[in-house]
């Protein structure tokens, strides 16, 4: 079926990279041989410019895409003929139309947010973690430069986020980093009884104690908290760089590695503390600093390894139409 008069030509957008530059001006050749007989309007779309699709479409350029009909790999007269045949007699159905038109269409104000939001929300969640931990930090800073008034009210800030106990949070300015309960068997160390005064197993004074100028001040998250913000920050900042370039990780290495191993070491304290009577022929449990950065690591850590490229998988259909979008209209 060819194109009758008073038909709008096909728009047919061409996919290519600097690499296959030459291939890109043979298959333009080609396509052209076509234009008595399927009249078309050929869009050179250079994806170079573009890493994201530059690595999803590199395996497959030079390509030919009208809406969703695409032909890639061989070029001969034959394909190219079913190609132009099939998009001819498709663009008379109105929702391919439609499609095809839109492909084309430069984007929208919302269009270019949405787009901008899965090009750089890697950039967005790091920016809010470094925000989040600074603010945590700067409480102990505040405290120890004697603006008590706005220390005070950055460790109420995080209260709701994070048990904050003294005995389980690393000090700043003060004789040790740590603090531990007599229960955590570290020798070498004063323990937060000695050192503060305060009973070991009286949790709400833990956790608004917030120190002295002798022991410092506490970081306004615990340790394990530390653990895992900094290390999805680290992550997060990692997979900037190598976003095209790595792999996503099984869900059960996640769970088994990220998952399992803060929910014993975390779970086993609590037992502890609650003493529930059928639980206890359990020994009494205190975890180490060493235990809790590293439970809080591989849980921070592998939870922003998979969810974040789980996250690009999911969005990646979309990102890819509206990246086109954006290279095709400044191909015009």
Known sequence: MKKTAGQAPLKIALFYSKANEEAKIKLAERVASFQTEFPHELVLIDVSSSTFLYTKMQKSLPRLEIGDIALQGSFDSLRLAHFF???????GEMGVKIEQEKQYLPLKAR???????????????????SLYLGLAFLAPIMM????????????????????????RSFFLYGSQLVYP??????????????????????????????GNEQMGYKIALCQRDLAIYSSLLGVTLLFIFIRYKGKNIPWYLWALLGLVPIALDGGTQIVSIIRLPLLNWIPARESTPYLRLITGMLFGGLTAWYGLFTSDEIIEEKRIMLEKRALASRAK
């Open 144 to 167: 120890n430069a004697g603006n008590t008034l706005t220390a005070q009210r950055l460790y109420a800030l995080f209260r709701p986020f994070c048990h904050q106990m003294a005995s």
């Open 111 to 129: 269009e270019k947010r949405e787009l901008f939001l899965r090009r750089h929300y890697p950039l967005l969640i790091a920016g809010i973690l």
């Open 181 to 210: 309960t007599s229960l955590a068997h570290m020798e070498g160390l004063v323990t937060y009884g000695e050192a503060s005064g305060q009973r070991e197993n009286d949790i709400s004074a833990a956790s608004h104690f917030v």
């Open 85 to 91: 045949e099939e998009a001819s007699n498709r663009s």
